[in-house]
């Protein structure tokens, strides 16, 4: 089925049919459902490159559309527990095969071997929660969280199939490429080569301990059997991986802010940068050195505050040690990115809203190395290397099209030094997103 046509449908469904999925709020609701579909064109017109190998990005002038469609459904079943199912549909490609740029434009794209549309469980999990205090937070009907009144202490666990940045390395600003901004190393902190299979999902148990102004965050989650795969490691003892965060929440001036800190552990058969180059020089395969027993590990900072209540600030740095191939999300072992986002209030659109963006991404030094020597991994390569950080800028502006149902946000993004290399670039690259939402 065409892109456009199941953008048809959705819209159809959004004008004709949302009264269907509505729920009225009630102090405790006991279904929630809910629906999105995004669909995201971008152009790229043709720049410079010296050379180009297996996993550049095409010098060449290139447009592609990617589409996402998933139904959100959570019950409540029993006191303090919920739970969560979520098919999914996702088709389409990023520019070029989702190959060639570290800090990919594209957040709903992912590294699979065909375009066409396919449906899949997202999400399926239960959360149990114990909650004690008198102090309540009123829940509206949302995704995956139906309404209700929750203590502002409680204990929760959690068990199933997940995304990590449901729970994890969130930002008012910077977090949802489906609403916000679209490049991946914006989505999270870049350096966090965080669990997931090929589709951005993982398996595990996440634990929460929340008080009235911060909240401590673990989980504990199964591992892929090779990069960038969906078949899950039998032998967990060996591979799995963890990762813990501490939110504060606070004001300034009276404004909003929050602050995560964040690390991470990563255990399985990953392979080594200087291995694979000790072994050959000329050129290095990483995955030729897999082994258990291997590590990666490395820490995020994640803040963002509000200086007015239509005018906010985020800024995110993350690090990790570099010494094993990428395994889950993107070849980035330093990242840095920072921004705003201002709300149309003052020219008459209060729910638009324009952002914008900046990111600095690198690679420790064994990883450049690897690269430079003709290595690839399984997202960027281009046979030979001139370092040189990954930098980039991204614009959008978010219109309310239909009564907070439908959006439609024109992006823009500059990037210079793809996937490293000051050979190639600068790339420039226009989007238009369609969001529906109900």
């Known amino acids: 089925m065409k892109l456009y046509t199941l953008s048809i449908l959705a819209i159809l469904c959004l004008i004709f049919g949302a009264n269907a999925f509505a729920q009225d709020t009630v102090k405790q609701q006991r279904f929630s459902f809910h629906f999105q579909q995004t669909v995201i064109t971008q152009n790229k017109p043709a720049f410079n490159a010296a050379y180009s190998g297996k996993n550049s990005l095409s010098p060449s002038a290139e447009t592609q559309s990617s589409i996402t469609s998933t139904f959100y459904g959570a019950a409540r079943l029993w006191p303090g527990a919920t739970a969560v199912f979520n098919p999914e549909l996702s088709g389409g490609s990023g520019l070029s095969k989702t190959e060639g740029i570290a800090g990919f434009p594209n957040g709903e794209t992912f590294r699979v071997n065909s375009v066409a549309p396919s449906i899949y469980i997202a999400r399926l999990y239960l959360t149990q929660m114990f909650q004690w205090g008198k102090e309540k937070d009123t829940l509206t009907d949302d995704n995956n969280q139906p309404a209700g009144l929750q203590s502002k202490r409680y204990f929760s666990v959690t068990a199933g199939k997940f995304g990590m940045a449901d729970f994890f390395d969130g930002n008012q600003f910077s977090h949802d490429p489906r609403v916000q901004f ?6 999270d902190n870049g350096a966090w080569d965080y ?3 090929t589709r ?3 398996l595990g148990l996440y634990t929460a301990l929340g008080q009235p102004t911060w909240t401590l965050r673990f989980a504990l989650t199964m591992s892929v059997t090779q990069a960038n795969s969906s078949t899950w490691d039998a ?10 965060e501490f939110e504060k929440r606070y004001s300034i001036a009276g404004q909003a802010g929050t602050l995560r800190l964040m690390s991470f552990l990563n ?8 291995e694979a180059l000790q072994l050959y020089p000329a050129a290095p395969v990483v995955d030729t050195t897999q082994r258990y027993g291997r590590h990666k590990y490395g820490f995020g900072i994640n803040a963002d505050q509000y200086l007015t209540k239509d005018f906010g600030v985020f800024a995110k740095a993350s690090w990790n040690d570099g010494h094993t191939e990428t395994w889950y999300f993107t070849e980035i072992d330093r990242s840095l990115s920072f921004g705003g986002r201002l709300n149309g209030t003052s020219w008459h659109r209060k729910d638009d809203e324009v952002a914008l963006a900046f ?19 399984f997202i960027i390569g281009d046979g030979k290397l001139n370092y040189s950080p990954e930098m980039i800028a991204e614009f959008y502006y978010k219109i309310n099209a239909y009564q907070k149902k439908l959006w439609l946000s024109p992006d823009y993004q500059f990037i210079l030094h793809p ?20």
């Open 419 to 438: 996937a490293y290399n000051a050979d190639r670039g600068p790339v420039n690259v226009f989007g238009v997103r369609a969001h529906v939402a109900f």
């Open 267 to 274: 255990n399985g058969k990953m392979g080594s940068y200087r």
């Open 235 to 244: 032998k967990i003892a060996k591979a799995n991986t963890q990762t813990i």
């Open 182 to 187: 679209m490049n991946w190393s914006l989505m």
């Open 195 to 197: 669990p997931a299979n």
């Open 200 to 202: 951005g999902y993982v």
């Open 359 to 377: 990111v600095v991404n690198g690679l420790s030094p064994e990883h450049r190395d690897y690269l430079a020597a003709g290595g690839y991994g």
